[in-house]
């Protein structure tokens, strides 16, 4: 007889019905035995017969909850319950632990009739044998039956409750987990942007610098002036540090950007956004040109949180990304028509969680000269726009 829970307490209430059953049949025989009457033999024998079908269930495998095998067993053990209830009075106590094992083995819409039906036998045994009826009749097997009934529903919905919690604290564990990798994965990503942010806006701008005062005073130097060749080699080295700088920046870029430009980037960005009855496209417009990766990841990371607030928020059927290159500027506009909200107040979201939203988005193109804005009412969708002006050597190049 495995319990559902392998437990110590378990074990313990299952030790616990053995023993009780066992004193109970023992108790029968001792009785019949001491009075010495004609059904002593016959008592002596359905109670032995009935020990060793209980400790057959008990040890062997197959004999299960729920199952045919289960049932059939406890059939078994009733029938000889029964005949035994026929020979001796005393076998009526034997009906507490039947309680327990009819509730334990049987589904709960046949666990009951059968409870009430043991009972009812009980009762009917004490009158037929005693020939008088009393309230102890009554009340003896119907408050049995009624502890046996409450003692195990009490215990299914302490089961189930320890199960729930159990469960939660996986989950709680698990989940704390995935937040901490989260936030490592955010940190390093975070870090890795500053650092190319850095080495761009000081190391690089500043070997780019170096090496157009020199291309200048270069030319400005006859061919033949001593100090040409020297200026010619500080030129070179310059450039090839500003290439260095570039390729660490690189380096540093988002896992988004490593593989590709960023019109790929959020054109996969839009492919793995998921959410019920959403549909998102991505368009490019204009003639693409190369961005500084500060740019990029501002860009990219912008598009990133407007289309998950989006995903979590709006109950969007549709949502468009479209990147913009322009004479002088570069622009990334992220529309859908959700249920929007009102942009003079802050959005639940937006409120004290420490997440990435609109004051970040702004605080990140502000950094980098730009400007962002947002278009939304309630009912009428959202439109969340962020500009970047060109640097001028890409503005040049786009013009």
């Given amino acids: 007889m495995d319990s559902r829970s392998h437990t110590h307490v378990t074990a313990a209430l299952r030790l616990c019905l053995h023993a009780l059953l066992t004193?109970?049949?023992a108790l029968v025989v001792v009785r019949t035995v001491g009075e010495d009457t004609p059904r002593t033999a016959a008592v002596v024998a359905v109670a032995v017969l009935m020990a060793a079908l209980y400790a057959a269930g008990a040890?062997?495998?197959?004999v299960q909850p729920g199952n045919r095998a289960g049932a059939v067993w406890l059939?078994?053990?009733w029938v000889l319950w029964a005949a035994l209830l026929v020979l001796s009075p005393e076998a009526l106590w034997?009906?507490?632990p039947l309680y327990f094992l009819q509730l334990h083995f049987l589904p709960m819409r046949w666990a009951l009739p059968a409870v009430?039906?043991?009972a009812a036998a009980a009762i009917t045994s004490f009158v037929v044998h005693r020939q008088e009826i009393a309230p102890g009749a009554f009340i003896g097997p119907l408050i049995g039956a009624a502890v046996a009934v409450a003692?195990?529903?009490g215990y299914d919905t302490l089961f189930r409750e320890s199960e729930r919690r159990r469960e939660l604290i996986v989950e709680l564990v698990a989940t704390r987990a995935d937040l901490a990798e989260a936030e490592r994965t955010a940190g390093?990503?975070?870090e890795r942007e500053r650092l190319a942010r850095e080495i761009h806006d000081t190391l690089a701008q500043g070997l780019s610098s170096i090496q157009l005062l020199l291309r200048a005073a270069e030319r400005s130097l006859p061919e033949d002036a001593p100090a040409a060749g020297h200026v010619r080699a500080a030129r070179e080295a310059a450039q090839a540090n500003l290439a260095e700088a570039r390729s660490f920046v690189r380096a540093l870029t988002p896992p988004d950007l490593e593989h590709g430009s960023l019109a790929a980037a959020l054109e996969r960005l839009c492919a793995r956004t998921s959410a019920p009855d959403l549909t998102v496209r991505f368009a490019v417009s204009g003639t693409p040109v190369e961005l500084p990766t500060p740019y990029e990841v501002a860009l990219l990371r912008t598009a990133q949180s407007a289309l998950a607030n989006t995903v979590r928020h709006a109950r969007?059927?549709?949502a468009e990304i479209t990147l913009s290159f322009m004479d002088t500027s570069v622009a990334l506009d992220v529309v859908d028509d959700g249920q929007g909200f009102d942009p003079s107040e802050a959005p639940v979201h937006e409120r004290g969680d420490g997440g990435f939203g609109l004051p970040a988005m702004r605080a990140r193109a502000g950094s980098l000269g730009g400007a962002l804005s947002v278009e939304s009412a309630p009912g009428q969708g959202t439109a969340v726009a962020l500009t970047l002006p060109l640097p001028v050597a890409e503005a040049e190049r786009a013009a």
Avoid: K
């Fill in 23 to 25: 004193g109970l049949l």
């Fill in 151 to 153: 003692t195990v529903l």
């Fill in 94 to 96: 034997v009906a507490f």
């Fill in 316 to 318: 969007a059927g549709r």
């Fill in 188 to 190: 390093t990503l975070a």
């Fill in 75 to 77: 059939g078994g053990l």
């Fill in 116 to 118: 009430v039906v043991t």
């Fill in 59 to 62: 040890l062997v495998s197959f």
